[in-house]
């Protein structure tokens, strides 16, 4: 049976993720970070697979959690936004969405990629959304519900 990580799954287009790799056949590891109860009731309608808690965050709980996981689809999809205006943002929420965001999945990537390296085997997908590729001023500084211009860069 083929197997496959999700991150982000208890989000809405991560759980989409895990619906559709189950349905395929696949083994299922369903991460989460804080929403275990979301994610037991997603590992209850699925059947088979695993459950797997880890921040992107902080390199060791990635490390602990993947090191020993040998699979064949790995499903970026961990990501988070911070609805503020460019010019308001403060410094540490930059960094938070950045450090989820872009690094998460740089070090999710880099924990699994050396077991798929000698499989010679694997696929990473990394999901982004459609609405990153643009953005401009009126982003920065116009309506507020679209002022995701650093969302937008550290998932582009």
Known sequence: MKKVLVTGATGAIGEACVRAFS??????????RSKEEKAQS??????SGELVQFDVRERESV???????????LVNNSGITKDN???????????????????GTYRVTKAVLENM???KN????????RYCRKSGTDQLFGDQRRNNSFYQGSRA
Request: no cysteine; proline share 0%.
């Open 23 to 32: 349905d395929a056949g696949y083994f299922v590891y369903i991460h989460y």
């Open 42 to 47: 997603l590992l209850s309608e699925i059947g």
């Open 63 to 73: 490390n602990a959690a993947l090191k020993a996981l040998e699979l064949d689809v």
């Open 85 to 103: 205006l460019f010019f308001w943002m403060s410094d540490d929420e930059w960094e938070d969405v950045v450090d989820t965001n872009l690094n």
């Open 117 to 119: 390296i000698a499989k």
């Open 122 to 129: 694997g696929a990473i997908i990394i999901i982004g959304l």
